[in-house]
């Protein structure tokens, strides 16, 4: 029977989780702040349809998501790491409070809950859900949908699924047309396998889908009138060619194998208790004939409840469909997550009954980890740890992480933080002594992980990434160059996928602009890498030349190059 006694600590958990700490951990790769930076240029620019970025970019998605920022950041008056990153956090709270409440009603609330945590702890989703990328939102907009979907199956579609087609058109406005087209195949698919008419199926999905696209068409008009072919040439790069891989330049470009690492890895911890509970399992002798084979597996996905083939039909459908391009990322399968987590959820209750052994191997790994965070963070505090353990090309830069770690104030809110996972751990060994009558052991267990997630993002994360961000390099150069536009110069410019100093210029307030693309007048600053000076000079050498004036010993977070500023001064004829 359904009850709504898990949703509000749901919600209190997903706050506790995701919303606490989202600011605190500068932007330290080139992908946030090339995000946050769209939606700066909005505010800045009055134009929400098509601004443009970086001195000459549009952005690479549609705006929905840099819309999400721009409208929160216009409440608080600034574009900041936490206001970028909000977006994400409450389309995956969203996501998985609406998922308690379908699964809740349909298998049952203690498996609807477990689901839930499972998909607020694993790596993937964690990561996806406290960053400033389109993934996540894309993602909540997709699996909403597939379940607004599925409640409109069960009135056998009759009426109109108005939620279902606005979060298709919200996530045909994050990242697509894909925002579409998965979220009606799955039920199409699902219906069809429980004997719907295949025509009838098929035209309701098909107006749903024309009804999805009437806002993202606007959209894309408007931002055609702005963009003219050079806009249209970017949405053919993004939603075409990028599925039929003939872009024009390499993107992400991996094997249909990568997305099984990426789920097993991306499901981190719960892949490992799935890998421990192999060793628990009692095997029967396999059937060798494919026939019989064949026929029982059918059989047994006919007699599924409905619920759990739609679930599966949605994990299936949507990890071949990211099978077929070349382009693979680990994020694309983002929307299987939660259906994974159900029936993690399942299987885990499942040991709890029949593997007890297994979950305590888990817990007590979990538990270990968690005391060894701790142990690890006394030796770094305590000087334990020599300089020389780091070697090779980045030792330094592993140094200055550890210092990060040994050297910030340890203030009483620091010290409750990274005691957490030790009283965690404690009181997941306390319930294992127990005989396990109920689910304790499991929720001791998820208990472990979210501690975890706790003090790493509270405090290990925000010290160490705070060194690897170009954060300090963008103020030093605001110091020197307070006001007015800067350069930056590359000399392996890709015109289909330029490469810009994103974050530098994130936090310079979008006041960097490409050498190249912009007459630069007598004199002013431009940052490249250091290995790029000879480029420069054989191309500029002529009418400008260059004086180093900050040579910061930080190698930056977006191309991995040591970057300098320079001043430059027209020379010669051109004065």
């Known amino acids: 029977m359904y009850k709504k006694s898990y949703f509000w600590p749901l919600a209190g958990l997903c706050v506790l989780s995701l919303f606490l700490f989202l600011g605190l951990t500068p932007f330290h790769t080139r992908g946030e702040p090339r995000e946050a930076v769209v939606a700066l240029s909005m505010l800045q620019q009055g134009n929400w349809v098509l601004p443009v970025n970086n001195g000459v970019e549009l952005a690479f998605k549609p705006p929905f998501f840099h819309w999400c920022i721009a409208a929160i950041s216009a409440l608080v008056g600034t574009v900041n790491e936490y206001t970028s990153r909000m977006p994400s956090a409450l389309a995956l709270s969203a996501m998985v409070l609406v998922g308690y409440v379908f699964y809740a009603k349909r298998r049952g609330t ?18 996806a859900g406290v960053a400033c990328r389109v993934d996540m939102v894309l993602s909540a907009m997709m699996v909403i949908a597939l379940y607004q979907f599925y409640k409109w199956a069960e009135r056998d579609l009759k009426g109109i699924p108005w939620v279902g087609i606005l979060c298709l058109s919200a996530a045909a406005l994050t990242k697509g047309p894909v925002g579409i087209a998965l979220p009606c195949a799955v039920p199409a698919v699902f219906l069809w396998l429980r004997g719907r008419g295949f025509l009838r199926v098929f035209f309701r999905f098909f107006a749903v889908a024309l009804a999805a696209c009437v806002l993202p068409a606007a959209w894309y008009y408007a931002a055609y009138l702005q963009g003219g072919e050079r806009f249209l040439d970017l949405v053919l790069e993004e939603n075409v060619y990028r599925l039929m891989g003939k872009m024009t330049y390499a993107s992400h470009e991996n094997p249909a194998w990568y997305n099984v690492v990426t789920v097993v890895a991306g499901y981190v911890p719960y892949s490992l208790l ?26 047994y996905v006919r007699g599924m409840d409905d619920a759990r083939l739609y679930s599966l039909l949605s994990i299936a459908i949507i990890f071949v469909f990211y099978c077929i391009p070349k382009s693979k990322r680990s994020v ?72 990060a770690l040994s050297d910030f104030p340890l203030t009483l809110f620091a010290i409750v933080m990274v005691a957490l996972p030790v009283v965690a751990a404690a009181w997941y060994f306390r319930v294992q002594r127990r005989n396990a009558a109920d689910n304790g052991i499991i929720y001791a267990c998820i208990g472990v992980i979210f501690s975890i ?31 007015g536009r800067l350069y930056s110069f590359r000399t392996d410019v890709v015109e289909a996928n330029r490469m810009h100093p994103f974050t530098v210029n994130f936090y310079l307030g979008d006041r960097m602009v490409p050498f190249d693309c912009f007459d630069p007048g007598q004199e002013g600053y431009v940052l490249m890498g250091e290995d790029m000076v000879e480029g420069f000079n054989a191309r500029y050498g002529a009418e400008y030349a260059l004086e180093d004036v900050y040579a910061p010993q930080h190698r930056s977070c977006d191309d991995k190059r040591y970057n300098h500023l320079y001043r430059f001064r027209r020379i010669g004829n051109g004065q």
């Open 453 to 483: 997630f706790f003090v790493l993002d509270g405090v290990y994360q925000p010290k160490v990434l705070s060194v690897k961000s170009d954060k300090a390099v963008a103020e030093a150069i605001a110091d020197i160059v307070p006001e």
């Open 274 to 299: 799935l890998l421990i509970s192999l060793f628990f399992l009692r095997y029967k002798k396999p059937e060798c004939r494919l026939r019989t084979w064949w026929s029982r597996l059918v059989a």
């Open 332 to 403: 694309y399968l983002l929307p299987i997550y939660p259906f994974i987590a159900y029936f993690l959820a399942e299987y885990i209750i499942y040991l709890r009954h029949r593997h007890l052994n297994a979950l305590r191997v888990f817990g007590s790994i979990m538990a270990g980890l968690a005391v060894l965070l701790l142990g690890v963070f006394a030796a770094v505090r305590l000087d334990a740890v020599p300089e020389t353990l780091f070697g090779g090309r980045h030792a330094a830069e592993n140094v200055a992480y550890m210092h």
């Open 110 to 127: 203690e498996v609807a809950f477990m689901a839930a945590l499972i998909t607020l702890t694993n790596f993937e989703v964690h990561r």
